[in-house]
């Protein structure tokens, strides 16, 4: 029962982090960095201390107790994730919900699952996987074989991007995706991949203070929310500078308050979009609390993200008016990605 409420409770974050960029698209005549970083609100400072205030009453005591170190560490892993999140919107910006989310997930998984290991073959810790690990037992190569599956759909999926610029002419593209690059996509989702990862390792370093709330009595169903306060400050702090500096060079820090847009409507779906962002990891911790925060509940949740999103992709006809083969390639990386993430999971269960 445990194994089946977490994958429940995985795919219920999947699909709240695979469909949060959807409200956005209602947002009008605002630029990029305002919707933006309004949704962040909600995301990094709203709606996490109001999780951990329903969930685990005196949440403000155990941070304020909890070691220097693992708050630091936990802050420290939320910035990097924070930029990772800043450049995830740029990929969907540019590539789209369905191309987007393939390539940033993707990598997303593949360093999730492989930079702990990796960290624990130098810093050795009592029951942590090392990358020697994954090396010499046969669970451990086939994570690695799954890992490598991931990388070749993410080259299949980037290639199909590639198919579909040169096919389609510049009004049909920006007919699927206002803004589509592939160049500067492909930049942003690979940086955002590599980086977001950085949210598994957070949620590893503030693993203390989850304890804590656990020693206290309080439901371990919700005790990554005391974490997730402290590693979304990080995130926070690396989207508002960013976002500041945005709308100084562009002139759009009058968005804010220009009545001639649908001002209220704006607020709302950014916020909609923020509180959606947030319950995927809402949920994820909840997952996590079932399946313990390994390699199999990261990839678990980034392969109901990848199929959420490519759902997304396809009703929004991001692909429309491409070749059949293009369209082979696309459904090929994808599907390619989705067997990597069961063969990484697969590995993980006989261990």
């Not at 469909?19 to 960095?33: C, D, H, I």
């Not at 759902?311 to 990597?340: C, D, N």
Request: proline fraction near 3%; aromatic fraction near 16%.
């Amino acid at each position: 029962m445990p194994v089946i409420l977490g994958i429940i409770f995985h795919f219920i974050g999947g699909f709240a982090s695979g469909s949060f960029y959807m409200p956005f698209k209602k947002v009008r005549e605002w630029s990029w960095e305002s919707y933006w970083i309004i949704g962040g609100l909600f995301s990094w400072l709203i709606v996490p201390p109001l999780a951990a205030w329903l969930t685990l009453p005196g949440f403000s005591d155990i941070i304020r107790n909890a070691s220097a170190s693992s708050v630091q560490y936990t802050l420290l892993f939320g910035i990097l994730w924070g930029i990772g999140g800043l450049t995830y919107g740029l990929g969907v910006r540019y590539l789209g919900m369905s191309l987007g989310n393939s390539v940033v997930l993707g990598f997303c998984s593949a360093f999730g699952a492989l930079v702990p290991s990796i960290y624990y073959n130098f810093f050795p810790a009592e029951g942590k996987t090392t990358f020697n690990d994954l090396l010499t037992e046969t669970w451990g190569q086939i994570v690695l074989a799954g890992v490598v599956l991931c990388l070749l759909g993410i080259y299949i999926c980037g290639r199909a991007g590639m198919m579909k610029e040169n096919e389609l002419p510049e009004d049909e593209k920006k007919k699927s995706v206002a803004e589509f690059s592939l160049v500067k996509g492909l930049i942003v989702a690979v940086t955002s991949g590599i980086l977001s990862s950085c949210f598994n390792f957070g949620i590893e370093a503030g693993k203390p203070m989850a304890e804590t709330a656990v020693a206290l009595g309080l439901n371990p169903l919700f005790q990554n929310n005391v974490t997730y306060v402290v590693l979304l400050w990080g995130g926070l702090a690396t989207n508002f500078i960013w976002c500041m500096i945005l709308n100084a060079r562009n002139g759009s820090f009058g968005d804010y308050w220009n009545g001639k847009t649908p001002l209220l409507k704006n607020y709302f779906f950014s916020a909609v979009a923020g509180t959606t962002w947030f319950l995927q990891f809402f949920f994820y911790g909840m997952g996590e609390s079932k399946l313990g925060n390994g390699a199999s509940s990261w990839i678990l949740h980034m392969a109901f993200i990848i199929l959420i999103a490519n759902g997304w992709g396809i009703l929004l006809k991001e692909w429309k008016g491409v070749s059949t083969k293009t369209k082979s390639t696309i459904i090929l990386g994808i599907a390619t990605i989705l067997l990597s993430v069961l063969v990484v999971g697969y590995g993980n269960a006989i261990k």
